[in-house]
């Protein structure tokens, strides 16, 4: 089992930036990439960014340029850097690792409000 924390969210004002970070503990060996997805009201949770133990990262369309993920393996941590925030990236974001199994863990969510 893998349980996963996040923190950082907040109300920030457009243009404002957000630092959330998300600490792993349990069979941290098991985690192969770890992420960030959202969820808006109304909407489907879609997938924010990823990064592989060995750095690559991923990103949506929505937030390149914008939102840098980064990820500190002796502190089984995994952060998103979010600059230049927009009112359409409100939503709760969920902190994501997937085991070698193809096991998908979630923390519990961290509401990020952006007010225009």
């Known amino acids: 089992q893998v349980q996963l924390v996040e923190s950082g969210g907040g109300l920030v004002q457009a243009g404002g930036s957000l630092r959330l970070s998300c600490v792993a503990s349990g069979n941290i060996g098991s985690i192969k990439p770890m992420g960030w997805y959202r969820q808006a009201p109304g909407k489907q949770r879609e997938l924010v960014a990823s990064?592989?133990?060995?750095?690559?990262?991923t990103y949506s369309d929505s937030v390149k340029g914008r939102f840098t993920i980064s990820r500190d393996n002796a502190k089984n941590t995994v952060y998103l850097q979010m600059n230049s925030l927009k009112s359409e990236d409100t939503a709760v974001y969920y902190c994501?690792?997937?085991?070698?199994?193809?096991?998908?863990?979630w923390g519990q969510g961290t509401q990020v409000t952006v007010s225009s």
């Open positions: 990064i592989t133990r060995g750095g690559v990262t």
């Open positions: 994501n690792a997937k085991s070698i199994w193809s096991v998908d863990y």
